[in-house]
């Protein structure tokens, strides 16, 4: 069988049953037990599939981001091993897990399409809700490899199981960028006055993973991802305008997840199914993944970050919290780590823990985002007040991670107090940056450390995006192919030979040094 993967027969066939029945347990079903679907099990489905990508997962964190966007932005200790900046299989694995999920949201669309118009009708909010989410991991899809098969992706039971007829064509990423920016204000327009019946709102209620039907929080995951994507095209010229626009039009609406009881999560609710973190700690304790990176720990340490203790804990041998320097040979960092001087990420809070939600949208990274606006506009006033919000939800939602802690261990024993918050903010003094650039590498930073190892993805478009915070890297002199990070990833090797014609069209962009089209500085 041809692996043309984001078109393939199999992943058509597995999927095109549901993943629950009448209650939100249930939602957990696996997909190919059920051979009959209808819209509502179709959308649970469709949720479900990707799942490993949100929620902490051996899979992601292990096979993927690993040896990338972890690494690549130092959201832990970058150990200078051979080829460490070169993505390998991991680019397969990623593709291979987006176009199994966008295959299922074209069933979701082939079945809807299938009603008679009023049942359509009746059921427009899942389409409405399926599209949000699929442009959420559309646009992270984009910010690692630029075009991509989109338009045309995922529709090989259309046709008949052609696959000449379902090779899909490359997509312009400006485009489909835009594309998602207009149908996402179309969508929270809507939402405003949608109405669900009695029998629609139980179902989406029951299959409805993320919000539990909440509509409220479908319009903040909504806007909030607009503004996310559209604070990132802020600095494409073509689209600043417009990016400036409609942030002031979202802020004036005020719906969108500014505080932490809004934030928009993919939640682990029970042991007893396959959504869960449970693999997570292997992800994260085995090859070292969870050693603690030197410029966060030398801030953390020199600022009395109340999050420190939290996110990490000291090497077993050291006195003091220490972060691998990626400046240092492989050997020598060898040598400390199994000296077990270098700090780890937190066991009770982070690995072990099996509760770890699968952020989609949290408040403190909003409000970095408003910060950002406003600061760009020349309001440093009002940047300062979400700065400053921003840093005591960061630290409120690391704490709050450990509420739920399955081993006790290493967890702190007290939380921060006011008092200490209060000194960590007044120390970063945003109110002492007298330009906006200076003000950017604040926010910058309190990115890379709010989004850390947690939102990976994030982390490695914004620090693309705005060359901020400025970390070192050791170049990989014994590589001729890359010696620094990429500025993407390329395309798996079955793009090559199994979408030769499509592939084609977009091979002069496929290596590690193009730019996605937001990267601009």
Same mark, same amino acid.
């Given at each position: ?29 696996? /997909? ?7 819209? $509502?099990?179709?959308?649970?489905? &469709? ?39 070169? =993505? ?27 009603? /008679? ?14 599209? !949000? ?15 991509? =098969? &989109? ?23 400006? @485009? ?50 607009? %503004?996310?994507? *559209?604070?990132? #095209? ?12 409609? !942030? ?13 009881? @809004? ?16 693999? &997570? ?13 030197? =410029?966060?720990? +030398? ?6 970050? $109340? ?5 990490? @804990? ?7 919290? #220490?972060?691998?320097? /990626? ?8 040598? %400390? ?19 770890? /939600? ?11 985002? *408003? ?34 802690? +399955?081993?006790?261990?290493?967890? $702190?024993?007290?939380? =921060? ?53 400025? %970390? ?50």
């Amino acid at each position: 069988m041809r692996k043309l993967l984001y078109i393939s027969l199999a992943t058509a066939a597995i999927f095109l049953g549901s993943c629950s029945e009448s209650d939100f347990a249930d939602a957990y079903r696996d /997909p190919s037990t059920v051979t009959t679907t209808n819209v $509502p099990k179709q959308f649970a489905g &469709f949720m479900k599939i990707n799942f490993e990508d949100v929620i902490p997962s051996y899979w992601n964190y292990f096979t993927v981001i690993r040896t990338t966007s972890l690494s690549y932005t130092q959201a832990h200790g970058i150990i200078n091993g051979t080829g460490r900046y070169i =993505p390998g299989a991991a680019v397969e694995d990623r593709w291979k897990r987006y176009y199994k999920f966008i295959t299922q949201y074209r069933e979701l669309e082939k079945i809807m399409a299938s009603l /008679p118009a009023a049942e359509q009708a009746a059921n427009r909010i899942y389409t409405i809700t399926s599209t !949000i989410y699929l442009y959420d991991h559309t646009s992270k899809m984009i910010d690692n490899f630029g075009d991509i =098969p &989109f338009s045309e992706a995922g529709k090989i039971s259309m046709t008949g199981g052609d696959y000449n007829k379902a090779s899909a064509k490359y997509d312009n990423q400006t @485009e489909l960028y835009v594309k998602v920016l207009d149908d996402l204000k179309a969508f929270s327009t809507e939402l405003n006055t949608i109405a669900l019946s009695a029998k629609v709102e139980v179902e989406f209620k029951n299959q409805d993973l993320i919000n539990k039907g909440n509509l409220v929080s479908w319009k903040n995951y909504c806007n909030s991802l607009r %503004l996310k994507l *559209l604070n990132r #095209v802020s600095a494409v010229p073509a689209l600043s305008a417009r990016a400036n626009t409609e !942030i002031a039009e979202i802020i004036a609406e005020a719906k969108i997840v500014d505080e932490s009881s @809004e934030n928009i999560a993919f939640k682990v609710y029970t042991q007893d199914t396959d959504l869960d973190t449970s693999g &997570f700690f292997d992800a994260l304790e085995s090859g070292n993944n969870n050693i603690a990176p030197k =410029p966060m720990i +030398d801030h953390m340490n020199a600022n009395n970050d $109340p999050r420190k203790a939290w996110l990490f @804990e000291k090497g077993a041998s050291a006195t003091d919290y #220490v972060g691998l320097d /990626p400046m240092l040979a492989s050997g020598a960092q060898d040598q %400390l780590i199994s000296n077990t001087q270098i700090a780890i990420y937190n066991r009770s809070v982070i690995s072990k823990n099996k509760w770890l /939600p699968g952020t989609l949208i949290n408040a403190a990274e909003v409000n970095l985002i *408003l910060a950002e606006y406003y600061s760009r506009n020349g309001n440093a006033g009002t940047a300062k007040i979400y700065f400053e919000k921003a840093i005591r939800q960061s630290i409120e939602y690391y704490v709050r991670l450990g509420d739920k802690a +399955d081993v006790l261990t290493w967890k $702190p024993t007290t939380e =921060p107090t006011v008092a200490e918050v209060d000194a960590y903010i007044a120390k970063i003094n945003f109110a002492g940056a007298a330009t906006a650039a200076d003000q950017l590498q604040l926010i910058a930073f309190q990115k890379y450390i709010h989004y850390n190892i947690m939102q990976a993805d994030e982390s490695w478009a914004e620090q693309r995006r705005l060359k901020l915070p400025v %970390l070192n890297f050791m170049e990989d002199e014994t590589s001729s192919i890359r010696k620094t990070p990429p500025t993407r990833w390329t395309y798996p090797n079955s793009e090559r030979v199994y979408n030769t014609n499509n592939y084609n069209t977009v091979k002069d962009k496929d290596n590690l040094s193009a730019k996605i089209f937001w990267d601009v500085k």
